[in-house]
């Protein structure tokens, strides 16, 4: 038994422990009916002063998101982002698959916020079963039909250009911006794309308030936040955590043993933080910020001091090279060739591995692909080189890497 | 007032090379031949280098966007171009 104060679970409370998906009965049961005696302005406006972000990644303020989309001339369309192409995340399987009624009640909600008639929650194969179920129990639900969609699941699928290509009728790939989404969507409308997990808040914000949302969390970062935690821990899995609280206790909870020598924050686009700087650290961005990392995906790695960084890396870049959408020079060129020279580093080929060559290349690759992928991919590699650079020298130098070979950072 | 800038859409770029000939003062290629492109406005005497290589693009990928340049910018250009 931990000692440790959990903090107040909002999405994740008192969900069945049979492990089945709460139905909407015991759904309506815990949070009550929707607010629809909000009129959309008033909705927004709760949104805004409740400072919730987006927690897919970026973080951007939801209320501005909302408010992009009304102007327009154009009814607007919601997109529920449940796609979740991160490997070490599972906080918005886990969420669809065991509370996907607050979901659709946030797409809902949504919808009503910015005039959207139109509803589509994307998600990939793995949870849409969940999905299906849930929306079956509310078919018509305050004048609207919310619609399912199977989106490929590949790592560039839920970038939200790709996604609303796809809803499109084209390939799940990025698109060159502008026009952004909000300006050119789904059917050509202003469209929002809002990660699940947001939606879960905005459904609770719009019941219970903004200062009730803020009553978690720190003032610039309220609220709390899905984590997946995986690798040298004890209890894998998602944890619901307040922003800013401290690390170490994320860490404790998940059973991790305080022998880890870094955690990689953020997912496959974050960055690797040494155990020393984390155990230290709170579970915000502007925390984080001091040693370049966010929270990103929200998703946590604790990496043993039995394994290798350098391999881990490689591992990764490898397979966000693989995971390229294939449309844009510098990230089809520059990923391989950067995941081929950590490959020369770990296998220790015959030619002398050029960690000059590797770093210029780090710093080309950025800012020039049509989506993100590039960057994310290069700053996570760039922070490995940083973190492991004693491992760098080790396999540079031929001498023995301390890991073991069974692989803590999983690709599928 | 506005500026303009020079701006590749990745998606269609295939390497051909030639705006870094026409405007090596913006473009650059890397190692696979792909343009670096500098997205600094571009003044007024490389105006006409910049169109032709939007021109010469077979690909239509390059672009000269006019954009409205943040209050810190325009005061750098102003001060480059005096």
Redesign the interface.
């Known amino acids: 038994m931990s000692a440790v104060d959990v903090a107040p679970a909002r999405l994740l409370d008192g969900l069945r422990s049979d492990g089945r998906p709460v139905s909407l009965a015991e759904h309506l049961d815990r949070y009550g009916r929707l607010p629809l005696e909000l009129r959309p302005e008033e909705l927004r406006e709760r949104v805004a002063e409740s400072g919730l972000t987006g927690r897919g990644g970026a973080a951007f303020p939801t209320a501005t998101k909302l408010e992009s989309v009304v102007r327009g001339r154009t009814r607007p369309v919601v997109v529920a982002n449940g796609t979740e192409g991160e490997p070490p995340s599972g906080k918005d399987k886990v969420l669809l698959a065991y509370a996907p009624h607050l979901v659709v009640d946030g797409a809902l909600l949504a919808a009503r916020a910015v005039g959207a008639k139109k509803i589509v929650l994307a998600t990939t194969s793995t949870v849409h079963a969940h999905v299906v179920r849930a929306l079956a129990e509310r078919r018509r639900e305050a004048g609207l039909a919310v619609r399912s969609a199977v989106v490929p699941d590949r790592f560039v699928s839920g970038e939200e250009t790709a996604l609303v290509q796809f809803l499109n009728g084209g390939p799940a790939l990025p698109?060159?911006t502008p026009p952004r989404p909000y300006e050119r969507g789904v059917d050509g409308a202003p469209t929002v794309v809002l990660n699940v997990e947001t939606l879960a808040h905005l459904a609770l914000v719009a019941r219970f308030g903004a200062a009730w949302f803020r009553s978690a969390g720190t003032p610039d970062e309220p609220g709390t936040a899905l984590v997946t935690v995986s690798g040298a821990v004890r209890d894998p899995g998602v944890y619901e955590v307040e922003l800013g609280s401290p690390f170490a206790e994320l860490v404790e909870q998940a059973g991790g043993d305080g022998r880890a020598q870094a955690y990689l924050v953020g997912g496959f686009f974050g960055t690797w933080l040494a155990a020393s700087d984390a155990n230290g650290a709170l579970l915000s961005n502007a925390d984080l910020g001091r040693f370049g990392a966010s929270l990103g995906a929200r998703a946590i790695v604790a990496l043993p001091a039995d394994a290798c960084g350098v391999v881990e890396t490689a591992r990764v870049a490898q397979y966000l090279a693989e995971q390229s959408a294939g449309?844009?020079?510098?990230?089809v060129?520059?990923l391989a060739a950067v995941a081929q020279s950590l490959e020369e580093l770990v296998r220790r080929s015959r030619r002398t591995p050029d960690v000059g060559l590797l770093r210029r290349r780090l710093a080309?690759v950025a800012n020039?692909?049509?989506c993100r992928h590039p960057d994310g991919a290069v700053a996570l590699v760039a922070s490995g080189l940083r973190v492991f650079s004693d491992e760098v020298d080790r396999h540079l130098h031929g001498r023995r890497c301390t890991g073991h070979g069974r692989p803590v950072v999983r690709v599928p | 007032m506005s500026e303009l800038v020079l701006r590749v859409?990745?998606?269609?770029?295939?390497?051909h090379g030639l705006c870094a000939e026409l405007v090596p003062e913006r473009i650059e290629l890397?190692?696979?031949?792909?343009p670096?492109v500098d997205a600094t406005p571009v003044p007024r005497a490389l105006e006409p280098h910049a169109r032709r290589a939007v021109a010469a693009c077979p690909l239509l990928a390059l672009r000269l966007d006019r954009v409205t340049p943040l209050p810190l910018r325009e005061r750098a250009t102003g001060a480059r171009r005096s």
């Open positions: 698109t060159f449309q844009c020079g510098p990230c060129h520059g080309q020039r692909g049509a | 859409n990745p998606i269609l770029c295939d390497a890397d190692e696979w031949g792909y670096i």
